[in-house]
C-alpha cells in the first residue's frame, strides 16, 4: 500500500514537471519583454509597402513596422525591428531571435506545427504572377515549360507545381526573383498578389508588366509566436491588438498611408468587428476565442 502511494506521488511529480516549463515560458515571455523594456519583432525587409529597407536610414519601414510599432506602444516598450526575408522567418521565432513575427505570414498547416499563430487574422493575399505584358499568359496553363522564379520558402511553390505543372525556381528572395524578371532570365514571377499590386502602383513595372492570372489559393495572415507562448499573456495581449486594429479601422488607414489598394479581407473584418448584437454587446467579442465567429477571425 505505501509502495503503491509512493509510485502514484513519483507520477504526480512527473507530469507536474512536464508541465511547468511551458506554463512557466508561457508567462515569462510578456516579463522578459517588460524587463528588458524592449520588443523585439521580425518583418520583412524586401516587400515594398508591407517591410522594405528605407534607403537612407537602411531601417525597415512599411504597414507591418506600423502595426509592430503598435503593439511595442500598447506593452509600454521601445520596439526593435529584425528585417527578415521570407525563409529566415520560421527560424527567428523558433529560435527566439525574435519577441514576434509580423511579417507577410500566410496561415497554413504547416506552419501551425511549427509556430503559434494568433488569432486573428490581420490581413489575406494569394498566389499570382506578374509577367511582360508581351507574354501575353492568360491561363496558368500556359506557364507549362516556362522560367518561372519564386522566392524560397513560400507555402503555395509546391501547391502550384503540383497543380498546374508549372516548374518554380525558388531564389532567395523577392529582390533576386524581380531582378530575375527584369532582365529576362525568368518570364514570369510567382508571387503573392497584393504585392503584385503594390509594384504595379510604380510607372517603371506598370508600363512592362502586368498580373493576367487569377488568384489562387488564398490565405489569411497571421502574426505568430514562439509554439511555448500558446495561450500565454503575450499571445493574448498580440491578438487584443488585432482585434483592436480592425474595430477602429487602423488596418484600413494604414492600407491608404501606404498606398495598398483597400482589400475585401480588411473591409469584411472591420464590418464584423464593429458590429453589435441586438442587446449591445459585440459580435466578435473582445478578442478571439473559442466562440469566435468564423467572419470575424
Known sequence: MRRGHLLHLLLAALVLVAWLPRATAAGDALDEIQRRGRL???????????????PRS???????????ADLARRLGVRLELVGLLTAERIDAVARRQVDVLVATLSDTPDRRQQ????????????????????????RWSDL?????????GAFYNRAITVTHGVDVVAVYGNHLALAALRDGRCDAVLYDD???????????WLAEF??????????????????DEGGGR??????????????????LDLQRKWGIPESDFTRRRHEAWTRRLPGGAWYCGDSAGKGTPEDCL
Open 40 to 54: 523585439v519583432v521580425g518583418v520583412k525587409k524586401d516587400v515594398p509597402l508591407w517591410g522594405h529597407l528605407d
Open 58 to 68: 537602411g531601417l525597415p519601414v512599411g504597414l507591418e513596422p506600423d502595426l509592430a
Open 115 to 138: 509556430l503559434r499563430l494568433v488569432l486573428p487574422h490581420y490581413y489575406a493575399s494569394g498566389a499570382n504572377v506578374m509577367a511582360r505584358r508581351d507574354k501575353g499568359f492568360t
Open 144 to 152: 507549362r515549360n516556362r522560367r518561372v522564379c519564386g522566392r524560397r
Open 194 to 204: 497584393i504585392n503584385i499590386i503594390a509594384l504595379l502602383q510604380e510607372p517603371a
Open 210 to 227: 502586368e498580373m493576367p492570372l487569377p488568384t489562387l489559393h488564398v490565405a489569411p495572415w497571421a502574426i505568430a509566436v514562439h509554439p
Open 234 to 251: 503575450l499571445e493574448a495581449r498580440v491578438s487584443h491588438a488585432v482585434a483592436d486594429w480592425h474595430r477602429t479601422g487602423l488596418l
